[in-house]
């Protein structure tokens, strides 16, 4: 048997021990039967997965956009996917924020990093200015 590309084609959500979050999948319901009478006693399922082999980044936010330290540079969103574009859940990701420029800093010295913060995370009731560090803010969602 031979399952389908497209999870979304009959998407259904599972939860699968060692998974944080459900991963989508195709659900295809399967039912058989010869000419001659024989036949399942019932219908079966078969789930098709996406393939992490495949698993690529696609952009869905974010445009690299630079701003000053200290100014809300926007959001970044990304979703894994594999070949097929099936989205791939449980795929461990690392943001990572670039040095701010040296033109930031009176006199060219280059001693202020940029600061990536979680979505929620509480040091962000003052958002979209965080008193606390000096560094361009990234959220990550």
């Not at 979050?21 to 058989?32: K, P």
């Not at 000419?35 to 936010?61: I, N, Q, W």
């Not at 574009?85 to 033109?103: Q, R």
Request: glycine share 10%; aromatic share 10%.
């Amino acid at each position: 048997m031979i399952l389908g590309e497209k999870a979304s084609a009959n998407p259904i959500v599972l939860i699968v021990q060692g998974y944080i979050n459900g991963q989508q999948v195709g659900e295809n319901i399967v039912d058989a039967s010869l000419a001659s009478g024989t036949a399942l006693a019932a219908p079966f399922v078969a789930y098709g997965f996406p393939d992490e082999t495949t698993a690529k980044l696609r952009m869905l936010h974010g445009d690299g956009t630079t701003v000053d330290i200290l100014s809300f540079a926007g959001f970044i969103s990304v979703i894994v996917e594999d070949q097929y574009a099936n989205p791939i859940s449980n795929y461990a990701i690392e943001f990572k924020a670039s040095d701010v420029s040296p033109y930031c800093v009176p006199g060219g010295e280059d001693r202020l990093s940029a600061l990536l913060v979680p979505v929620g995370d509480p040091c962000m009731t003052g958002f979209p200015t965080y008193t606390g560090h000096w560094g361009q803010i990234f959220i990550l969602d």
